[in-house]
């Protein structure tokens, strides 16, 4: 079944019931819908590029090299999504995060050796926008 998404409690996108979202950007029939989830990252392996794809949520990955954060899956995320970014140096540091055109804000990473660093960041008039920055240290 197709369905015409509609705004939700929260900013949430609903389908009608029977309809499932699978990030393809065609609905399919089933009995959920499947969004991002702001709260949720998806543990990746690195790469000298890495693109997120929202409808799964975000990304964490520990950093062996530079990389790039390009701009996400077909852009398709309505306006209000949030997605957390999690990029953890390595044991040497040093590894630079530049970011694709469809960021806005973004804080430099801390490239000390060991150092997590987090973004949140929002879905806003067609850009993603930096809500949240923080970077700490793993201990032990």
Known sequence: KVGVPEWGING????????????????????????GNPERTFTTTYAA??????IFG????????????????????????????????DATGGRTVSW???????????????????WRIRRVNGKWVQIGFTAWELVG
């Open 12 to 35: 949430g996108m609903k389908f009608p019931p029977g309809v499932i979202y699978t990030g393809t950007g065609v609905p399919e029939a089933a009995n959920v819908v499947r969004l």
């Open 58 to 89: 975000g990304v964490d990955v520990t950093l062996t090299g530079p990389v790039t954060i390009a701009n996400t899956v077909a852009d398709r995320s309505p306006h209000g999504t949030e997605l957390s970014i999690m990029l953890t140096q």
């Open 49 to 54: 590029t890495i693109t997120p794809d929202p």
């Open 100 to 118: 694709g055109s469809g960021y806005v804000g973004m804080s430099a990473a801390d490239t000390a050796a060991g150092k997590v660093n987090w």
